[in-house]
């Protein structure tokens, strides 16, 4: 069979058993960033890849790592030095990837040794899986250290360095741990950097960490998959957002609904309300225990929960399949932070809702986020949740807020309104 007879994977440079595990997990063509980033890493070169939420970039990094593994030919080694290391900020994440390399790797003769390292839960497993080495490992930084610290493996050995959501890495303020890992890796490792965006900050460690790198750049800072995904704002009084939520709900019939909330309490409280009027509902946030964390993603995701109201640790990186509807409660802090929030819906050729609730103190914020993006939405209303609250004088051009600030006696009007309203409901 020539290259090109080969089947769409296969033409990559990937082999027949890795073939096959992309048709078991319904990967039909290569997605853009998969064409461009497979034959690079195999090729031996520095990748620095940015592409859109939703792109495929786990596949792209995780498909030719296992290739290489597979050309190693170690089965039945009993000393496995680490030979590839994948870091990333969230523990979530983590155990996201290392199932996609177990569910990818099935099919080869001999499957990888793959160790998740994360904080949150005992150390001593972790450690006494790494007794004989492992082939690859994916991890978060501090727990990685920690192993290193404890003896319990080496990087001296590392083949290839993955670093996948870099901006999170530096944004979660990983800098000085990341410098550590890269001294005792060997300087002539290959190194991959992946993300959705990428800020001042990374491209500053890029040109510092890689070697004349293939730089990808596929839509990156894009809305993901704009065309699947319904994006709406909707205008409604602070204190009525939970009751518009559960009408949402009732209306549209969704399955599976990401509620994102700006805070670990507001993740606890908002999910609890929701509870209380009988909808399956969790909080996910870095408060919980790591065993927690665990069983509430798993049980969303197998469709036990309905609704996850996550801080944005939920907005990096997760794969849910079919989620129907993100719903933004609160604003995400960073325009950039919009399109991962709304990147959890709308993959792999489904459809999603991206909803974000806004009021008149938050509105020029979301006006923010449409400048940045491109996008320009109509502001809702539904009935029966019309606004009470005086909605703010509009933003001046330059910067503040024209008008003059609330009288005392504005705002005891206002929170009489919201009283007659909460009373009514």
Request: with cysteine.
């Amino acid at each position: 069979m020539t290259a090109t007879d080969a089947p769409p994977f296969g033409a990559l440079g990937l082999c027949e058993s890795l073939v096959r595990a992309t048709d078991s997990a319904g990967y039909r063509e290569p997605t853009p960033v998969q064409r461009a980033v497979i034959p690079a890493v195999l090729g031996g070169e520095d990748v620095w890849a940015s592409a859109k939420t939703g792109s495929g970039k786990t596949a792209a990094f995780v498909l030719p790592l296992l290739q290489m593994h597979a050309d190693s030919d170690r089965g039945g080694q009993v000393d496995r030095p680490v030979r590839a290391l994948l870091l990333v900020p969230t523990r979530e994440l983590a155990l996201q990837i290392g199932d996609t390399i177990s569910d990818l790797g099935a099919h080869l003769p001999s499957p990888p040794k793959t160790i998740v390292a994360v904080g949150g839960i005992s150390i001593n497993p972790q450690m006494l899986a790494l007794r004989g080495g492992a082939d690859v490992v994916v991890a978060t930084p501090g727990r990685l250290l920690d192993l290193v610290d404890h003896h319990a493996l080496s990087l001296s050995r590392v083949r290839v360095l993955v670093l996948d959501e870099a901006e999170r890495l530096l944004a979660l303020g990983f800098q000085a741990e990341l410098s550590r890992i890269l001294a005792l890796l060997p300087t002539d490792s290959q190194k991959l950097m992946f993300s959705a965006t990428f800020p001042p900050a990374v491209r500053a460690l890029a040109e510092s960490l890689l070697l004349d790198p293939t730089q990808i750049n596929i839509d990156a800072g894009a809305i993901p998959d704009a065309s699947a995904i319904v994006q709406r704002v909707i205008e409604v009084d602070t204190s009525r957002r939970t009751s518009l939520l559960r009408h949402l709900l009732k209306e549209h019939g969704w399955s599976r609904v990401l509620v994102f909330v700006a805070s670990k309490h507001d993740a606890d409280r908002v999910a609890d309300k929701l509870r209380r009027t009988g909808l399956g509902a969790a909080a996910l946030h870095g408060d919980l225990s790591q065993g927690t964390r665990t069983e509430v993603l798993a049980a969303f995701k197998d469709g036990d929960l309905q609704i996850l109201v996550a801080t944005d640790l939920a907005a990096r990186g997760l794969d849910i399949a079919e989620l129907a509807a993100v719903v933004n409660y609160d604003l995400p802090r960073s325009p950039t932070d919009y399109l991962h929030r709304i990147g959890r819906t709308g993959r792999a050729g489904s459809s999603g809702v991206a909803v974000s609730f806004v009021n008149g103190t938050t509105l020029p914020h979301f006006q923010l986020i449409e400048r940045r993006h491109r996008i320009s939405l109509d502001l809702e209303v539904v009935p029966g949740f019309e606004p009470v609250e005086e909605a703010l004088p509009p933003v001046h051009p330059h910067g503040g807020v024209k008008g003059k600030r609330k009288s005392k006696k504005d705002k005891l009007r206002e929170a009489a309104a919201r009283a007659e309203a909460e009373r009514k409901r």
